[in-house]
């Protein structure tokens, strides 16, 4: 069993999830956003977003990875708006791990449990986005069974443009 926990999100781990949200930003994209792109996300913009996702009421499921009264991680997942579909699809919108806790399976249970959780909803596929360059996050979705068409898209972030890929896991397989 390991040493962290997971459980729903509360409106006082805002500051916790806004500080864990900037770190593993600043490290993860480091040499793959802009100087510009990486200050979007920091320790003093953070908490005021994150106080205003969490704030009820919301469709979007946030959980969060403790450990030692510290937050190592979080996810954010709900049934996705982004495609008209007849099959009902889930996004999971954010996905981040404490730089100290990466290769520790924190990130797997995170997305485990949302893929269960969304499964549990009837939804039949899940998907997520990621830079294209991120090849860390890439092998990370790839260990989960997701798989990917691998053609680029330019995507917005903030008031510019990335190239993403798109990842889909067929939860039918979970059943």
Not at 39 to 60: A, H, N
Not at 81 to 88: G, I, K, M, T, Y
């Amino acid at each position: 069993m390991p040493p962290w926990f997971i459980r729903p999100a509360q409106l006082d781990d805002a500051d916790g999830i806004a500080e864990l949200h900037a770190e593993a930003w600043q490290v993860a994209y480091e040499n793959l956003l802009t100087p510009e792109q990486l200050q979007m996300c920091t320790k003093e913009t953070q908490p005021r977003v994150w106080k205003r996702l969490l704030e009820p009421p919301t469709k979007i499921q946030t959980y969060v990875a403790r450990f030692n009264r510290q937050t190592i991680g979080f996810i954010r997942f709900g049934v996705s708006s982004e495609h008209d579909r007849r099959e009902l699809l889930g996004e999971i919108y954010v996905l981040y791990v404490h730089p100290g806790y990466w290769g520790q399976k924190v990130g797997a249970s995170l997305a485990n449990l949302a893929f269960g959780l969304l499964h549990e909803h009837r939804v039949k596929k899940v998907f997520v986005w990621t830079l294209a360059s991120n090849e860390r996050g890439r092998r990370f979705y790839e260990s989960l069974g997701m798989t990917t068409d691998g053609v680029p898209v330019e995507r917005p972030l903030e008031h510019t443009m990335v190239q993403e890929v798109q990842y889909w896991l067929d939860l039918k397989k979970l059943s």
